[in-house]
């Protein structure tokens, strides 16, 4: 009889319909509605809703929260070898723990050291870096570092240790090179459930005569999730919580120099951007020079790229960023700088 | 009670043994289950994951809004996290609570500046991060019940009910010119119409039977409705029977059991085409209301074929027209206004078993009308004849 459509029914029914116009004249009434000419904007268009979810997640619970993870660098525990190098140790451990990703879901996730994103590892080039590595979940894992060191410190399954087993504690050891932003990850397979699933961090590695000073400086690590499991993400953020810097804008002050360390390791899309509002910033893809290439307000990253973003606020105000996906933002992927005077 | 049981001639009279033989088994049922639901019987039945399913059944737009109707069909409550509406994350309400206990229904509101005519998908996850979503094809104002929405729908139920039917009751006059072998070929025309309808109508049960919350077991009620309607139908028939009335006033009563049963598939046919107007889908509506015309003027037809012979008054024609156009109107009403699958599903079961016993009637009737001078080759065209009118003008609609 008359079955239910679906909008590509729909469709070739409005083409079915033209063909019956004939019909449609004889009843003249009946056919206003037989149009399939676009139809007119609605007169009570007005702009006041905005996507956002409701309340707020518990980061006591969660135990991090996205505000403190944009400033928290990890140095490791520093001292010097015999030959004087510096030599910085880190403990990672892989943990499963629910987050709350959005108020009123949580997210079975796989974490380095219950957070997400993992630690910001931070170091000099040069340095010596040694990362006790223990696996306190119940799966295999791994650390797979981006930069240049041997093969058995990759990380990979077919490398080194492999696969750390639960319960089992690895040490990952390297001279830190080349300078630059990078990251770090779980390297198991199927990996992208394993990233998607929450393990991964940014790691900096400082040129030895250092960046230039800034007033500030902040991590912002791009991921998704995909609550359900269909390999889609379902929630989009920068540091796990979507619309968390919507609901917490960043504070900075007019003129200050700001420096961001953008990272992308969403999974499952093609890429992810990033756009800074009524301003522009230089771009250092990877960082690993110390001269911009560019000089916009936007940049794109596919996954695993990451740059660094320098700029400073000409007016007070509040000013979004957000991917310009602008899917992915309305999905959770927005925040605000609040310039104040 | 010593006696009674020494008594071996009332070996069937009811005493504390039958009494306790029949509630034992209820006791250790009761015992049973109690031990079962303490100790989980040795069986570890805890899911891995929840079990949810939550049914949005309705959506409503208002300028500025979209309000969902959702039903929990799941075995558990179920808490609204989240709504997302075309890979969006909006704010939202629900009334009365996110938390929505078994089989409870709740109105999710979300402010919306939806656009005419664009299509939209919404999901909604539960708190265990389960999706339920929807779609709504076309975005238009939902009607509400006011004068002008109400004048509508009973405007398309006159067009795809009413008019017709009475349009099929005018060949009255010359139909009643016909011999008896042309009489009998249109009663097995009747038969060939109803045996159509009467699948169309199950098969449309059976499809929305999908949308009833599963507690509600929609295929079940398609088979008590559509059972319990023909054998009621059939017992009256007998009982009328039997009830020493003439023929012609038998023929009569089967010509409205015709129009009842038309008027429950014209029900169908009302409720789903004020469903689809509802959620935009009217759009091809005009083709399909011409198509409905032509093809239920058969219908009107089939109603008076049994009474050819006799004189029903004007009154009883206008009468059985009402019956089996008229439920269109009030289809189209509770579909536009108060779309509820389970509702539709039992209407639709009670039409199917009211057009197969009204089958089974005719075929009655025409075995007794051939009786003494077969005519199978007649009987078997007309049948045919009849599926074939409907397969034929279904052409303009499907």
Known sequence: MKDKLTRRNFLQASAVTLLGTGGAALLGRGGQKATAAPMAQMDHMQHGGMPGVVGEVDHGKNGFNPTDVLTDFDYGEVSTLPGGQTLREYRVSSVNKNIEIVPGIEFPAWTFNGRIPGPTIRCTEGDHIRIHFSNGSTHPHSMHFHGIHPSEMDGVPSSGPGLIQPGDTFTYEFDAEPFGLHLYHCHAFPLARHIAKGLYGAFIIDPKEGRPPVDRELVMVMSGFDVDFDDANDFYAVNAIPFHFDQHPIQIRVGEKVRVYLVNILEFDLINSFHLHANFFNYYPTGTSLTPSEYTDTVMQTQAQRGILEFSYKYPGTYMFHAHNTEFAELGWTGHFEVLP | MADRAASPTKPKSFNLTTALLLVLPLLVLGGVIALFLSTGGGLHLSAPAPVEDLKIERTVLKPGSIDLLVRNAGPQDVTIAQAVINNGVWPFSVSPSPSIPRLSQATVHVDYEWVQGEAYAVTLFSKNALPFSTEIPVAFTTPQPNSRTFWSFTLIGLYVGVIPVYLGLFWFPALRLLGRRWMVLLLAITAGLLVFLGLDTLSEALEKAGAVPAPLQGIGLVGIGAVATFFLLDAISRRQASSGKSEAEQRLSLAYMIATGIGLHNLGEGLAIGAA????????????????????????????????????????????????????????????????????????????GAIFEVVYEIAKLIQKDTARQPMPFTVFSGIVAGMLLLWVTGLLIK
Do not use: C, H, K
Not at chain 2, 278 to 291: M, P
Not at chain 2, 301 to 321: E, F
């Open chain 2, 277 to 352: 107007y509802n959620v935009g889908e009217i759009a091809l509506g005009a083709f399909l209301v011409v198509g409905f015309i032509i093809q239920n003027i058969t219908e009107g037809l089939g109603i008076i074929a049994p009474v050819l012979r006799d004189r029903p008054g004007l009154r009883s024609l206008a009468l059985m027209g009402l019956v089996g156009g008229g439920p269109a109107i009030l289809g189209a009403w509770i579909g536009g206004f108060a779309p509820n699958a389970t509702l539709a599903v039992l209407f639709l079961a009670v039409g199917t």
